[in-house]
T-cell receptor, first 112, second 115 residues
Framework: QQQVKQSPQSLIVQKGGISIINCAYE??????FPWYQQFPGKGPALLIA?????SEKKEGRFTISFNKSAKQFSLHIMDSQPGDSATYFC???????????FGTGTSLTVIP | ETGVTQTPRHLVMGMTNKKSLKCEQH?????MYWYKQSAKKPLELMFV???????ENNSVPSRFSPECPNSSHLFLHLHTLQPEDSALYLC??????????????FGSGTRLTVV
């Protein structure tokens, strides 16, 4: 059973637009939700993360929105740039868990 | 050198070969992981090593064998692989086992092709 479900699988956005990627989870023990960014030929890199005690976290152009009751969280990329073109993974874990559970990834392409 | 370093970056091997993947972390972390990344699938945890514990995914075939000689180095020994084992193998580290507050630091991966 897939612990974290991610959508869409791929996304094409115009430069300057907003990119939105969604994730949903079932395990209510999860209390840490990071997003990773992966460029071709590189490993995933931690982008931004949120805990369920807040509904939103913003770092620059990247924002996580978190809905605890719906068990959903999403990544918003404002003013998307061609350099943001990458694969994005959401993940979830409990703070004392022994692993992260990852979504299947979203391939984002930002066209000039 | 900083971060998590994996070698080799690319590996092509026959099904009867034996090879090893190497991972080294320079972060002072105490837990290291092997993940398998296949297209359109979630990252699959294969093994976890820490000072406290070793955790294995029971679904990982025995043709994959991990070795962790110390907290900075992790190996994945490969033998008699199958074509479906072709994937990107990622090494990651974290500050501690069951201390995931700061996420993982991943290496760049080894792209493995089994022919």
């Amino acid at each position: 059973q897939q612990q974290v479900k991610q959508s869409p699988q791929s996304l094409i956005v115009q430069k300057g637009g907003i990119s939105i990627i969604n994730c949903a989870y079932e395990n209510t023990a999860f209390d840490y939700f990071p997003w990773y960014q992966q460029f071709p030929g590189k490993g995933p890199a931690l982008l931004i993360a949120i805990r369920p005690d807040v509904s939103e976290k913003k770092e620059g152009r990247f924002t996580i929105s978190f809905n605890k009751s719906a068990k959903q969280f999403s990544l918003h990329i404002m003013d998307s740039q061609p350099g943001d073109s990458a694969t994005y993974f959401c993940a979830a874990s409990s703070r004392t868990g022994n692993q992260f559970y990852f979504g299947t990834g979203t391939s984002l392409t930002v066209i000039p | 050198e900083t971060g998590v370093t994996q070698t080799p970056r690319h590996l092509v091997m026959g099904m009867t070969n034996k090879k090893s993947l190497k991972c080294e972390q320079h972060l002072g972390h105490n837990a290291m992981y092997w993940y398998k990344q296949s297209a359109k699938k979630p990252l699959e945890l294969m093994f976890v090593y820490s000072l406290e514990e070793r955790v294995e995914n029971n679904s990982v075939p025995s043709r994959f064998s991990p070795e962790c000689p110390n907290s900075s180095h992790l190996f994945l020994h490969l033998h008699t692989l199958q074509p479906e084992d072709s994937a990107l193998y990622l090494c990651a580290s974290s500050q501690g086992f069951r201390q995931l507050d700061y996420g993982y630091t991943f290496g760049s991966g080894t792209r493995l092709t089994v022919v």
